[in-house]
């Protein structure tokens, strides 16, 4: 049995209706309706509320990393907002087994009026730091913040980028046992995205407890080690991530997901009627795990022997959710041979993607049948969307990836340098000439 | 036989307002936001220090100036025969730290809800940084009731000893009226806007302008119930010497500012768990 980090037990929290306008009532309405209330001996008139949390119950592990996710308004923000102390529960209760650091806004408390220090100063205490910690931590959060030449200037000469990275820096620092995080990695550019998502990493190894929400899956993914999913205030779901992420995309899916049935035209003389995505073990799935690989099922029938000479293929599509097809892969190529029969009657096919080859994303696949001498039989596209996810960091390092495709290459260290592997370049060559483009390949990054 | 091990929650939320042991630990344990909010508001304020330190000086002098041409020259309201400015700025002394303390520990909650909708940290730190931070103000605008008090040769005296006593009064007053006015303006957002109407009113029912002596005898004791007569006549006695405040004054002075302490933190304490909510 694991050691409990945050226990929560039919939590419920109740607001009342109307959140677009303002919330606060003026004291004459209060007043005006106390007064009318004594008259009638009534207690005031139940206004009309609305539940954001209800029954929601949780157990969070030491060490977990736990994505809560969902549709808008789905109460995930309450959650949080609960676990943070920011508002108290109408109902139920939360047991939390050690201190509580939340980051529901980056920079939170900043003022613009003062300079770089004294805003980590301000920063730090209000989120639980004392002033000796923050002292003894100060060199280090400025650092890392790249922020050593500013720090004496005010932060509103400060650029957005250095407010949101110093102010980053601050709660990247703090020691709490349990990490409250609310989409405060959706500002700043890519590369502190990234630093951040390595931060968050480091704390899950040091064997601390996160809660974040986030709408990104792809950070999910590559972050959370369990996931809850919220929906009208209710946990839908809770539990492993590809599971959980699947479910959350079930319920929001417009694009056909997992299976589709296909109705080919009937005098087609050979045509697939049914489709579905899987994972790598073929269990039927909208979501797959990278490195497990998407595996395509396929289902047709042939209605006429094709011509002599001539035979069927099926070939499958992968294309970016922006339409950039990446791939089209045929179950008739030089390298593979899937045959299909070539007397009438039903088929069934498989075509496995290559495990760790696409990036974590969403793909839509597209269909297409015809005779290798060149005849088109079948077009469908978009066929079905299917989910990539990440259940695994790539090399433990980089939670995110750049690029369409996550392929395997082949890395090796040649240090100390064998003999058999002369200097790319000799002293004094400067890289220009016949190797030009050669040399600037692997030294390019 | 074995039990499973059930280790004891460092914390516990619940929805209930009671006050627990555990709240004044993580208080003292948070004690320092307190003093970083005191120190970002006296920052803020001198950051120009010519115009930080020139406006706490100016703003009672020249609340001096008109009450002394208004309520002096013209009305000739009685002054306990002193210069009229020496006991016009005696009385603004303790009154413009409170008006300031109570407008500002007022709107303090709505004023940082940034903070207050993003981060936990005990909220009463908001309106009593408020309070606190106006001291320094107020020791500023001392000094020149130091070269008045020289200038006009009042001799100072032990009494003078007793002057934090009737400082405290009027910081439990600010205290006390700030947790109400903060609570009550995050639910009901008109608050704010009465906040100036409020301190008019509270300036004209305190001897500021005018020696408790103007009072009819009939409404003293009405009179006394305002904490703010004990304390302002309490500075202006140590100061200046003039008639000490008396026993029964003093009496309903500090009963009233404890009453309205109390009362203020019971109210914030039962409205501050949702105070997010609404902001």
Known sequence: MSVPAVRVERLGKRYRLGEDGPRYDTLREEFVRRVRGLGRGAPREPSAHVWALRDVSLEIAQGDVVAIIGRNGAGKSTLLRILARVTAPTSGRVALYGRVASLLDVGTGFHPELTGRENVFLNGAVLGMTRAEIRRKFDEIVAFAEVERF??????????????????????????????????????????????????????????????????????????????????GRVLDAGRVPDVVRRYLETTGTVPRGARRLDPAPDLPC?????????????????????????????????????????????????????????????????????????????????????????????????????????RLQAVAPLLEVDVVQDRLIAGVWPVTEGLLTPRCAWRALTPRPACAPPILQPGQDGAGPWHAAATGPAGR | MATAHVPTPWLVLEPTARLRPSDLRAAWRARDVLWILIWRGLKVRYKQTVIGVGWVVLQPLLTTLVLTTVFGAFARLPSDGLPYAVFAYAGLLPWTYVAQAVTESGTSLVHDRQLVTKVYFPRVFLPAAAVLRPLVDLAVAATIAVGMIAWFHIAPAGRLLALPLFLLVAV?????????????????????????????????????????SLVPERWRALYALNPLVAAIDGVRWTLLGTPAPDAGVLVAGAGAALAVLVTGALVFRRLERTFADFL
């Open chain 1, 151 to 232: 720090i004496d200037t005010p932060t509103k000469r400060y650029s957005s980028g250095m407010w949101v990275r110093l102010a980053f820096a601050v709660a990247a620092h703090l020691e709490a046992e349990i990490l409250i995080i609310d989409e405060a990695l959706a500002v700043g550019d890519l590369a502190f995205q990234r630093r951040c998502l390595a931060k968050m990493e480091d704390a899950r190894r040091a064997g601390r407890t996160v809660v974040f929400v986030s709408h990104d899956l792809a950070t999910v993914t590559a972050l959370a080690t369990r996931a809850v999913l919220l929906d009208s």
């Open chain 1, 271 to 375: 045509a697939v009627t049914a489709v579905a995505t899987a994972d790598g073990a073929a269990r039927p799935s909208a979501v797959v795990a990278r490195s497990e690989g998407l595996t395509v099922l396929l289902e047709g029938e042939v209605r006429q022997p094709p011509p002599d000479g001539d035979e069927y293929y099926v070939a499958v599509d992968v294309r970016t959710s922006g339409d950039v097809t990446l791939f089209r892969t045929h179950s008739v190529e030089e390298r593979e041979r899937a045959a299909l029969p070539r007397v009438p009657g039903p088929f069934r096919l498989e075509c496995r993607v290559p495990a760790d080859l696409l990036a974590p994303g969403t793909y839509r696949l597209g269909l297409v049948t015809g005779l290798t001498g060149g005849r």
């Open chain 2, 172 to 212: 439990v007053t600010a205290l006390g009226v700030g947790l109400w006015l903060a609570a009550l303006n995050v639910r009901y957002r008109d608050v704010g806007y009465t906040l100036p109407f409020l301190v008019q009113v509270w300036f004209l029912a305190s001897p500021v302008a005018y020696p408790v």
